[in-house]
C-alpha cells in the first residue's frame, strides 16, 4: 500500500521523503539514442536516493491519510510498519526491492545502496510515448528498372568447341610431356657415364674462367730437381729448432735418443698445447660483469586485496573503466588517488583521494577534504 503512493508521488514531486528511511529524488533526463538496437528513448524521470533525508515533511503521511480517509497518527503507523518491514528483510536478505522503483542493498558499512530499475516513465511530458526503434535505409533499384537490365543483358550461350580444336590441344599436351621425358632420360644416362661431369651443363662456367670442366690432370707435387731429406737430418733440424742438448756419455742410452726422437717429431702439438692451456686461463681468469638493472618502482593505483588501512572515499562506481577515469582525474591534485576493487558482496569500485594508517588520521584529513570535494566524502576501513 505505501510502495503505491510513494510511486505516485513520484510522478507529481521530485522529492518523497520516507520518515526514518531515506528520501527518493527524481531528475530530468533527457532524450537519448541506442546506437547498438537504433532505438529512440523518449525524455523520462531518473530516481536517486540519499539516506540523510530522513526528516519528515508530511508529505508520504498527508497522501496516504487523505486516499484512505484515516487520521494521521494511523497513517504514520503504517509508514512505520513498512520501514520496519524493509530494514527486516535487509538484514535477512541483504536485499529489498521497492516495486518499478529500485533495489536497496547495505554496504560493508551498513549505509543504505539504491539501484534504480527502469520501468514505466515517470515524467508526465512524455506520458504515452513509447521507444522507437529506426530501421536502416537501404538503397534498393525499383522493380521496373531491375527487369529492363535483366532484359538488356546478352545472354551467353554454351558454344561447344569443335572436334579438331581439342584435338590439336590434347597433341600439344602430349607434345610437351614426350620433350620433358625425352630430357630427363638423357640427363639420366648421362649422370650414370663415369668420365663425364654434369656440372659443365651449368651455362654460368662459361663466363668465369677459374673453372675448367673435366679436367682430369693432377698437379706435380715435387720438381725436377728435389733431392727428398733423410730422417737423421730431420731429426737434427727439429733438435736444433727445440734447442734440444745431444744426450751425454753418462746418458748414452737408446731410451734418451728415442726420446728426443719423440719431442723433435711433435714440435707443434706442444705448441698447441701451451697456447690452448694459456687460452683456457685467461678466459677463467675474467669471470662475466653481470650489470643489474634496477627498475623503479611505479606507485600502486589499485587495492585489491584488504589493507587495514583507512581509506578517504570520493566516490562508488559500478564498472572499473569509470572508476579509473574518475581515479585519473583526482591524480591531477593528489598523488595518492587509488581505486579500491568490491569486497564479498558488493559490485562497487571505490575512488579514494588519500589514505592513513589510524582513523583518528583519517578523520582529520576527511575535514580538509570535504572543502575540495564535497559533503559526501566518508571514510573506509579496508
Not at 145 to 157: A, D, F
Not at 270 to 298: F, G, H, R
Request: charge should be negative; aromatic fraction near 10%.
Amino acid at each position: 500500500m505505501v510502495e503505491k503512493h510513494i510511486r505516485t508521488l513520484l510522478y507529481d514531486h521530485d522529492c518523497v521523503i520516507i520518515p526514518d528511511f531515506g528520501g527518493l529524488i527524481a531528475r530530468y533526463a533527457s532524450a537519448r539514442i541506442n546506437p547498438a538496437k537504433h532505438t529512440f528513448s523518449p525524455p523520462s524521470k531518473k530516481i536517486a536516493f540519499n539516506e540523510k533525508l530522513t526528516l519528515n515533511d508530511g508529505l508520504l503521511i498527508s497522501t496516504i491519510a487523505h486516499h484512505k480517509d484515516i487520521s494521521k497518527e494511523e497513517a504514520q503507523q503504517l509508514v512505520t510498519d513498512f520501514v520496519h518491514q524493509a530494514r527486516y528483510k535487509l538484514d535477512a536478505e541483504q536485499r529489498f526491492e521497492l516495486q518499478h522503483i529500485g533495489i536497496f542493498r547495505y554496504n560493508a558499512e551498513r549505509h543504505l545502496e539504491f539501484e534504480y530499475v527502469e520501468g514505466d516513465n515517470l515524467l508526465e511530458e512524455s506520458f504515452g510515448l513509447p521507444e522507437v526503434m529506426a530501421r536502416p535505409i537501404r538503397t534498393e533499384e525499383p522493380a521496373v528498372l531491375r527487369t529492363l537490365i535483366k532484359e538488356r543483358e546478352p545472354v551467353q550461350e554454351n558454344v561447344k568447341q569443335p572436334f579438331r580444336k581439342k584435338i590439336w590441344r590434347l597433341s600439344r599436351v602430349a607434345a610437351g610431356l614426350a620433350v620433358g621425358g625425352i630430357a630427363v632420360s638423357a640427363l639420366y644416362f648421362l649422370s650414370q657415364q663415369p668420365d663425364y661431369n654434369l656440372s659443365s651443363l651449368n651455362p654460368i662456367s662459361s663466363f668465369t674462367g677459374h673453372y675448367t670442366p673435366g679436367n682430369t690432370n693432377f698437379a706435380v707435387r715435387y720438381t725436377s730437381d728435389y733431392v727428398p731429406v733423410s730422417a737423421d737430418e730431420r731429426q737434427a733440424a727439429y733438435a736444433a729448432i727445440l734447442n734440444v742438448a745431444a744426450p751425454t756419455t753418462s746418458d748414452n742410452t737408446p731410451e734418451a735418443w728415442t726420446s728426443v726422437r719423440e719431442m723433435a717429431t711433435t714440435p707443434t702439438i706442444a705448441l698447441a698445447d701451451t697456447v690452448e692451456t694459456a687460452i683456457n686461463e685467461q678466459i677463467s681468469a675474467a669471470p662475466p660483469v653481470v650489470e643489474e638493472v634496477v627498475e623503479e618502482k611505479q606507485p600502486e593505483l589499485t587495492v585489491s586485496e584488504r589493507t587495514g588501512r583507512y581509506y578517504v572515499i570520493v566516490g562508488g562506481y559500478s564498472r572499473f573503466e569509470n572508476a579509473r577515469t574518475g581515479r585519473d582525474a583526482i591524480s591531477k591534485r593528489e598523488e595518492q588517488a587509488k581505486v579500491l576493487l568490491p569486497e564479498q558482496g558488493s559490485k562497487w569500485y571505490r575512488v579514494s583521494v588519500a589514505d592513513y594508517d589510524n582513523p583518528a588520521e583519517a578523520q582529520a584529513a576527511l575535514m580538509n577534504y570535504r572543502k575540495k570535494y564535497g559533503e559526501t566524502l566518508w571514510v573506509l576501513n579496508y
